[in-house]
């Protein structure tokens, strides 16, 4: 399926997030810059004192807090939080240091409209302690991967990879530094190749179309 077919029309994102918000930062910039057909429309946090709210706000970009604390069930936490994306029209959602597991209900409404970035080369080191876990493995290169949301863990459609060597001395702040930077480059090219409807999933592969 090719996931995107009006190549003009512009993608309206929302942008998920749970802390600091640097890939947020690198996306912002990004569609500023005029790189990528498309605004954003809204960036929601699960959590008050996430950094990435205030990022939003200083970009002129509408920022919302739904705060995990104050649901007692998951589902209608996530409820509220595509009630906003839907008060903004988002077409595509873009989960960038977002750290919590989204439901079935929520993965198959936006099936092929959902993207996530992962610090390593998936499938190896899923979940939420990829650095440790890479550098415990005793991995000599591991990186960042785009991919599509499915309703495993870190487990949908592969869109962009890029990978960092592991040197003998890093620490998990070192790796995750030099990961960082490869995933500020690759997760706004997998926007625009979105947008640009240059993305057609096949089962698990994900095939870039030629301009
Ligand atoms: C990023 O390294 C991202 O890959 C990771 O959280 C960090 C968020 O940083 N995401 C996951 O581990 C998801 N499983 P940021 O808030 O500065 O963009």
């Known amino acids: 399926m090719i996931i995107k077919r009006d190549k003009d029309k512009k993608e309206i994102l929302g942008v998920l997030c749970s802390g600091r918000g640097t890939n947020l930062e690198s996306i912002i ?3 500023k810059d005029g790189g990528i057909n498309a605004e954003i429309a809204v960036v ?3 959590k008050k004192d996430a950094f990435a709210l205030k990022r939003a706000e200083n970009a002129g970009i509408k920022a919302v807090c739904v705060d995990y604390k104050s649901f007692s069930q ?3 936490f996530e409820n509220a939080i595509m009630e906003e994306l839907k008060k903004c029209g988002v077409t595509l959602i873009i989960l ?13 409404e936006y099936s092929g409209r959902m993207m996530n970035i992962h610090p390593a080369l998936l499938p190896s080191f899923v979940g939420a302690h990829a650095h440790r876990d890479a ?7 591991s990186g960042c991967t785009v991919h599509f ?9 592969i869109i962009v990879q890029s990978a960092v060597p592991v040197k003998d001395d890093d620490t998990e702040e070192t790796l995750a530094a030099r990961i960082l930077e490869e995933e500020h480059k690759i997760y706004p090219k997998a926007i625009k190749l979105y947008c640009d409807g240059r ?4 089962g698990r592969k994900v095939e870039i179309l030629d301009e």
């Open 29 to 31: 910039k990004a569609v």
């Open 44 to 46: 929601v946090a699960d």
């Open 74 to 76: 998951r589902e209608d």
């Open 96 to 108: 960038a240091g977002f750290m919590r597991i989204l439901g079935k209900n929520f993965v198959r």
């Open 135 to 141: 550098l415990s493995y005793g991995v000599k290169v």
């Open 149 to 157: 949301v499915d309703e495993g863990m870190d487990t949908g459609p």
């Open 199 to 202: 993305l057609k999933i096949d």
